[in-house]
């Protein structure tokens, strides 16, 4: 994809496969001086199955990585689903978050979205901590895959339209959020960015569901009516961890 650098490659490629409606990545090699990768998996909505994510952003002097599997809805309320994929990634991830320890501040309003084994990290760019990086990528990714062929789909109707819904609200706040845009804005232009971010990274936001964001998080609404674009508006602020190592959220509910 041709960027404005001309120094900056951009690779996007996507595909589909039985119980995966998206399987993408995204990555942007600017030489020794950034690199980027925007990897996702997406299941059907016939199946309530997380989603794969990894957010991997890489200059010389820093690295600032999100690792996870998604979970289509909150592991903090809701316990079965919970129990049904993480129980058993619990060692797995308390593996890697000793490995890559918890990436300081990030904001409560993201929390819903993330599970008890995420990987929230930042650390000074290495040669070895890139390699723990890449074992825990495979591992997870290995983990992911295992869920997907052990899917069973959805019979109820009503379910996988909840399924569904929870999809397009997921796809609905990282179109919304997505911390890349400013970047791909830089590169491509604010056109293109935009079509990146609906119509790839985050396809199906404009084809799954009609909610809007704000009929999703209305507490992001100014007096305008326009999407309030801070990223701590709602919820404090956690330095550390908050999941214990047998997967409970020990932080507060926003």
């Not at 957010?55 to 999100?66: A, D, K, Q, Y």
């Not at 000793?98 to 990030?106: A, C, N």
Request: net charge neutral; glycine share 6%.
């Amino acid at each position: 994809m041709k960027v404005k650098d001309d120094k900056t490659v951009l690779h996007a490629l996507s595909y589909q496969a039985p119980k995966i409606r998206l399987l993408r990545s995204l990555t942007i090699d600017g030489g020794s001086a950034m690199q980027v990768l925007d990897f996702a998996g997406i299941p059907e909505p016939m199946f309530d199955m997380p989603i794969f994510c990894a957010n991997f952003f890489t200059i010389p002097s820093l690295s600032i990585i999100v690792l996870d599997l998604n979970p289509l809805y909150d592991t903090r309320t809701q316990q079965y689903y919970k129990e049904k994929y993480y129980l058993k990634l619990l060692p797995l991830g308390q593996k890697y978050a000793e490995l890559l320890p918890w990436g300081d501040k990030i904001t409560s309003e993201s929390l819903s979205f993330f599970s008890p084994i995420v990987i929230w990290t930042k650390f000074a760019t290495s040669q070895t901590k890139h390699d723990v990086l890449f074992s825990a990528f495979r591992d997870y990714f290995k983990a992911w895959l295992e869920l997907v062929d052990q899917a069973l789909p959805e019979t109820n109707s009503l379910q996988i339209l909840r399924n569904k819904e929870a999809q397009h609200r997921y796809l609905t706040w990282r179109a919304e959020k997505d911390p890349g845009h400013p970047l791909l804005k830089k590169l491509v232009g604010e056109d293109l960015a935009r079509d990146l971010v609906r119509n790839f990274l985050f396809e199906g936001v404009d084809s799954l569901g009609t909610k809007a964001f704000l009929d999703y998080f209305p507490e992001y609404r100014r007096e305008d009516g326009s999407v309030n674009q801070k990223r701590s508006v709602i919820g404090k602020s956690y330095e550390t961890r908050p999941w214990n190592s047998k997967g409970e959220f020990i932080g507060e509910m926003s």
